[in-house]
């Protein structure tokens, strides 16, 4: 996926340091001082939970923090924001896995 890779602000991306973290368990890199949400977009992930009552996918909406539709689970810490996280070292990702209200409802009537 696209990365800006010089700026006159942030530098080379050459010059920083690569991070290994997972989504998921998946394996994926990312670059020193890159948040989980420009990281996961860099590769390629666009659906980060399912919402709580429809289950319609949700990603990055606003990316500055004033919403919540890209909360992960970090580290075992649930309804963290990618957009506002920087990536650490073999940090460990998961996306939202709670069953919606309306399937949750379904399965219990069974």
């Known amino acids: 996926?696209?990365?800006?890779?010089?700026?006159?602000i942030l530098g080379k991306l050459e010059d920083r340091e690569i991070v290994p973290f997972t989504f998921d368990g998946?394996?994926?890199?990312?670059?020193?001082?890159?948040?989980i949400a420009a990281a996961l977009?860099?590769?390629?992930?666009?659906?980060?939970?399912?919402h709580?009552?429809?289950?319609?996918?949700?990603?990055y909406?606003?990316?500055i923090g004033h919403c919540m539709e890209c909360r992960v689970t970090v580290n075992n810490q649930?309804?963290?924001?990618?957009?506002?996280?920087?990536?650490?070292?073999?940090?460990?990702v998961e996306s939202g896995?709670?069953?919606p209200n309306i399937v949750r409802k379904m399965v219990e009537e069974q």
């Open 78 to 92: 649930a309804n963290i924001r990618a957009c506002l996280t920087v990536v650490e070292n073999d940090m460990v």
């Open 61 to 63: 909406y606003c990316n």
């Open 52 to 59: 709580e009552d429809c289950g319609t996918p949700r990603g």
């Open 26 to 35: 998946k394996a994926y890199e990312a670059f020193e001082n890159e948040t």
């Open 1 to 8: 996926m696209t990365r800006i890779i010089n700026h006159p």
């Open 41 to 50: 977009l860099a590769n390629g992930i666009r659906t980060l939970r399912f």
């Open 97 to 99: 896995k709670h069953l």
